[in-house]
T-cell receptor, first 112, second 113 residues
């Protein structure tokens, strides 16, 4: 079945550091890929998405590129802020079903 | 103007009780979902409804019963609560069944003692 593997963390960075959170997936067909963010005490918010190979999703300085050849969708940001501290979830929606399959989440803490 | 709302936000109850969690969305979406997030933050879909019809029913104990009285509401009823049911339950909605963005509610933290 579909699955998502992401680095579990926690990840602790200083403000303005470069961020990478790795995400790889296993799926049949051509899934859509997502990054969701969960701030403390809140629900999930969509951060960015990509629906086909080589698409780049971007939002709020975060980027991820859909790499079919490596089945990856790594999240990057060039300069993190304290306000980026949250749990980040990589997810996929399979081409043949309509459910989101999530990775286990990565806790990011950014220190001033 | 909350998009997806859930009540209650916190629910503390004893083993064996029956409880319900309510979800409403005012986005005009056709599809609604229930997810369970465990203590390690792992998220797993439980159910999905499209236009009041059940379309996804994961391996969930039949003590859990979703009910969708109309497109804007999807409630979750849980019978005979067990300790292992303690989790955060998230409701979500999307425009349709395809690769549409899902909008999540704030969650309901259920604690079974």
């Amino acid at each position: 079945g579909d699955s998502v593997t992401q680095m579990e963390g926690p990840v602790t960075l200083s403000e303005e550091a470069f961020l990478t959170i790795n995400c790889t997936y296993t799926a049949t067909g051509y899934p859509s890929l997502f990054w969701y963010v969960q701030y403390p005490g809140e629900g999930l918010q969509l951060l960015l998405k990509a629906t086909k190979a080589d698409d780049k999703g971007s939002n709020k300085g975060f980027e991820a590129t859909y790499r079919k050849e490596t089945t990856s969708f790594h999240l990057e940001k060039g300069s993190v802020q304290v306000s980026d501290s949250a749990v980040y979830f990589c997810a996929l929606m399979g081409g043949s079903n309509y459910k989101l399959t999530f990775g286990k989440g990565t806790l990011l803490t950014v220190n001033p | 103007d909350t998009a997806v709302s859930q009540t209650p936000k916190y629910l503390v109850t004893q083993m064996g009780n029956d409880k319900s969690i309510k979800c409403e969305q005012n986005l005009g979406h056709d599809t609604m979902y229930w997810y369970k997030q465990d203590s390690k933050k792992f998220l797993k879909i439980m159910f999905s409804y499209n236009n009041k019809e059940l379309i996804i029913n994961e391996t969930v104990p039949n003590r859990f019963s979703p009910k969708s009285p109309d497109k804007a509401h999807l409630n979750l009823h849980i019978n005979s609560l067990e300790l292992g049911d303690s989790a955060v339950y998230f409701c979500a909605s999307s425009q349709g069944e395809g690769g549409y963005e899902q909008y999540f509610g704030p969650g309901t933290r259920l604690t079974v003692t």
